[in-house]
């Protein structure tokens, strides 16, 4: 019978160079699916998403710098459905990234990690999320709609 390739990875030494057999972490099959890890996989995914996010502040930026005929260019993507969207979905991801980091600093404390708080704090970082989100929405509409009166007037 053909021996299973993982089980070299089961073999190593310790810190004085003894060997020792290593234990495996187990599947994801093994774990009930938990709001604690989608909030962990969320996190690094708005971090990524963030990120790029700023690229596109930084491409914005630039359309300024070059000019009016660059910046009307950038503000037609911009003003666009699509690019509302994208400005939108960069906004709440930035949001919840710098939430659940706020998290991530209050447990590297020492506070707040018993499965009770983790599971609180978590549901928790989806409302301020949420709440922080809509406030931002808002006030962003209540420019746009004054300054769309202003310059008809």
Do not use: C
């Amino acid at each position: 019978m053909a021996s299973d390739g993982r089980e070299a990875f089961y073999y190593g030494t310790d810190t004085q160079g003894r060997p020792i057999r290593r234990p495996m972490s187990p599947h994801l099959d093994i774990y009930r699916f938990r709001l604690s890890m989608a909030l962990s996989i969320g996190n690094r995914i708005s971090g990524v998403v963030s990120s790029l996010g700023a690229g596109l502040a930084v491409a914005w930026l630039a359309a300024l710098a070059q000019g009016p005929r660059a910046f009307v260019r950038a503000q037609r993507v911009a003003t666009h459905p699509l690019g509302r969207l994208v400005f939108l979905g960069w906004g709440i991801a930035t949001i919840y990234h710098f939430v659940a980091s706020i998290r991530h600093l209050i447990w590297d404390s020492g506070a707040r990690f018993e499965k009770k708080e983790i599971n609180e704090d978590g549901r928790r970082s989806v409302f301020v999320t949420a709440g922080l989100s809509v406030t931002l929405v808002a006030a962003f509409v209540a420019l746009s709609r004054s300054r769309s009166k202003g310059m008809r007037s």
